[in-house]
């Protein structure tokens, strides 16, 4: 009889144990915030762009899916605008970057976007191109199922294997290192507790990407995966203009987090999957997905 009461006591402490690790914060693997469900207040959504896109790719943005998040939405850009500045409620940062699409100007801007986010009281930082359009119900949706206060970065590849090279900056040791990074053209999620952690790095990040020699969503990877050893986690509805768009119809719409466009050099234009979108009035694809 005690044999058995003993059996029973063990059996619901295994169970009361199980409980705790499922729901306990310090376990990386149970991602479910279930205390603190995120509200579009608790993300600082960074927009990248540059002052020869203000009309072309920013104007759509601000007619469309920046009314469902203005208070939440930065833009960081290389020039001065005023009619940006009065539309956005004067979240327009002009930074001191270079204007082209060099290494150099992209880690700048990066750099500036991190450092602006840690002055805020943000929980997460979302960093996105000019050229996506943002669900934002479905990024607070996604990110309610993470802790800000552990260490995540959340994006999607744009390459089927880890990126492999010299570690420039251990040498003159040789050192190869291989990493994954989420494509900035998809857009990425990094927590609070991760970029704080990241501190000098922060700062520095330029000087990180030009020894590094690689441009800003890659280095971002550098940072978090090599340095920090905060592996990509993969969000597969992140979408950049590097996918074949045309595989995401209306019925998949919702679900999705980021979409984009492009035209190929053949001219072959890449969008999604909508019926009867006019690429003429609307090159962007963001009224007809916004309104759908």
């Given at each position: 009889?005690?044999?058995?009461?003993?059996?029973?006591?063990?059996?619901?402490?295994?169970?009361?144990?199980?409980?705790?690790?499922?729901?306990?914060?310090?376990?990386?693997?149970?991602?479910?915030?279930?205390?603190?469900?995120?509200?579009?207040?608790?993300?600082?959504?960074?927009?990248k762009t540059s002052g020869k896109f203000h009309q072309s790719r920013l104007s759509?943005?601000?007619?469309?899916?920046?009314?469902?998040?203005?208070?939440?939405?930065?833009?960081?850009?290389?020039?001065?605008?005023?009619?940006?500045?009065?539309?956005?409620?004067?979240?327009?940062?002009?930074?001191?970057?270079?204007?082209?699409?060099?290494?150099?100007?992209?880690?700048?801007?990066?750099?500036?976007?991190?450092?602006?986010?840690?002055?805020?009281?943000?929980?997460?930082?979302?960093?996105?191109?000019?050229?996506?359009?943002?669900?934002?119900?479905?990024?607070?949706?996604?990110?309610?199922?993470?802790?800000?206060?552990?260490?995540?970065?959340?994006?999607?590849?744009?390459?089927?294997?880890?990126?492999?090279?010299?570690?420039?900056?251990?040498?003159?040791?040789?050192?190869?290192?291989?990493?994954?990074?989420?494509?900035?053209?998809?857009?990425?999620?990094?927590?609070?507790?991760?970029?704080?952690?990241?501190?000098?790095?922060?700062?520095?990040?330029?000087?990180?990407?030009?020894?590094?020699?690689?441009?800003?969503?890659?280095?971002?990877?550098?940072?978090?995966?090599?340095?920090?050893?905060?592996?990509?986690?993969?969000?597969?509805?992140?979408?950049?203009?590097?996918?074949?768009?045309?595989?995401?119809?209306?019925?998949?719409?919702?679900?999705?987090?980021?979409?984009?466009?492009?035209?190929?050099?053949?001219?072959?234009?890449?969008?999604?999957?909508?019926?009867?979108?006019?690429?003429?009035?609307?090159?962007?694809?963001?009224?007809?997905?916004?309104?759908?």
């Amino acid at each position: 009889e005690h044999g058995k009461m003993f059996l029973t006591f063990f059996g619901l402490l295994l169970l009361s144990l199980a409980r705790n690790s499922i729901s306990s914060p310090l376990n990386r693997f149970s991602r479910i915030n279930r205390h603190n469900k995120v509200t579009v207040n608790d993300i600082f959504i960074s927009v990248k762009t540059s002052g020869k896109f203000h009309q072309s790719r920013l104007s759509p943005i601000l007619d469309t899916w920046f009314s469902l998040a203005p208070s939440s939405t930065w833009i960081f850009s290389d020039t001065s605008d005023a009619d940006v500045t009065r539309r956005t409620g004067g979240h327009l940062i002009k930074t001191e970057c270079p204007s082209d699409h060099s290494r150099t100007a992209l880690c700048c801007k990066m750099e500036a976007e991190l450092t602006t986010f840690l002055t805020s009281d943000r929980s997460w930082f979302c960093h996105l191109d000019d050229d996506n359009y943002l669900n934002v119900p479905a990024l607070v949706k996604m990110l309610s199922s993470y802790s800000p206060k552990q260490e995540w970065y959340l994006g999607k590849a744009s390459i089927s294997a880890p990126l492999e090279m010299m570690d420039r900056t251990v040498l003159p040791e040789e050192k190869m290192v291989s990493f994954l990074f989420g494509t900035g053209g998809a857009g990425f999620c990094l927590s609070r507790s991760l970029v704080e952690r990241m501190g000098e790095l922060v700062d520095n990040f330029g000087t990180t990407g030009d020894t590094i020699r690689l441009p800003d969503d890659v280095t971002v990877g550098y940072i978090a995966e090599v340095v920090m050893g905060v592996p990509l986690t993969q969000v597969e509805t992140l979408h950049s203009h590097l996918e074949p768009l045309r595989r995401v119809d209306k019925d998949m719409l919702e679900e999705q987090i980021t979409l984009s466009y492009s035209t190929h050099e053949n001219g072959e234009i890449n969008v999604v999957g909508l019926e009867g979108v006019n690429i003429e009035s609307d090159p962007t694809t963001f009224y007809s997905i916004h309104y759908e």
